[in-house]
């Protein structure tokens, strides 16, 4: 079998073909495309929700951004408070700007803002 090797679009469109249009069980679509059942109902689930087989296009980068509203929230409650602890500020992050980042992400973005202000303006 194939075992992680990425699968092109033409292929998935003709694995995803066979059952659709030619009544051919998903099992033996995949087998004679060389893929797993696994990426044949994926490859009709893309299609079914957004029209297409291909995968999505990955983005480069972290996976997280910071937006300077967070940033800056962040200063600001810190700022009032400054014997909040990351656990404490996850709920509010959440609250405020429906940021769905970790306590260890905060505390990214705590050392972020000290490189960017000093640690003597945040601590």
Same mark, same amino acid.
């Given at each position: 079998?194939?075992?992680?090797?990425?699968?092109?679009?033409?292929?998935?469109?003709?694995?995803?073909?066979?059952?659709?249009?030619?009544?051919?069980?998903?099992?033996?679509?995949?087998?004679?495309?060389?893929?797993?059942? /696994?990426? !044949?109902? +994926? &490859?009709?689930?893309? $299609?079914?929700?957004?029209?297409? %087989?291909?995968?999505?296009?990955? #983005?480069? *980068?972290?996976?997280?951004?910071?937006?300077?509203?967070?940033?800056?929230?962040? /200063?600001? !409650?810190? +700022? &009032?408070?400054?014997? $909040?602890?990351?656990?404490?500020? %996850?709920?509010?992050?959440?609250? #405020?700007? *429906?940021?769905?980042?970790?306590?260890?992400?905060?505390?990214?973005?705590?050392?972020?803002?000290?490189?960017?202000?000093?640690?003597?303006?945040?601590?």
């Amino acid at each position: 079998g194939r075992r992680g090797k990425p699968l092109g679009i033409d292929v998935l469109e003709r694995a995803v073909y066979l059952p659709e249009k030619l009544g051919v069980p998903v099992a033996k679509a995949a087998k004679l495309m060389d893929m797993s059942t /696994a990426a !044949l109902y +994926e &490859a009709r689930r893309r $299609l079914r929700e957004t029209g297409s %087989v291909a995968h999505a296009p990955r #983005r480069a *980068g972290p996976d997280v951004s910071y937006s300077d509203t967070i940033l800056l929230d962040v /200063a600001r !409650l810190v +700022e &009032a408070k400054p014997d $909040l602890t990351a656990e404490q500020l %996850v709920p509010i992050l959440f609250t #405020r700007h *429906g940021s769905k980042m970790s306590a260890r992400t905060v505390s990214r973005v705590f050392e972020l803002m000290k490189r960017m202000t000093g640690p003597a303006n945040f601590s």
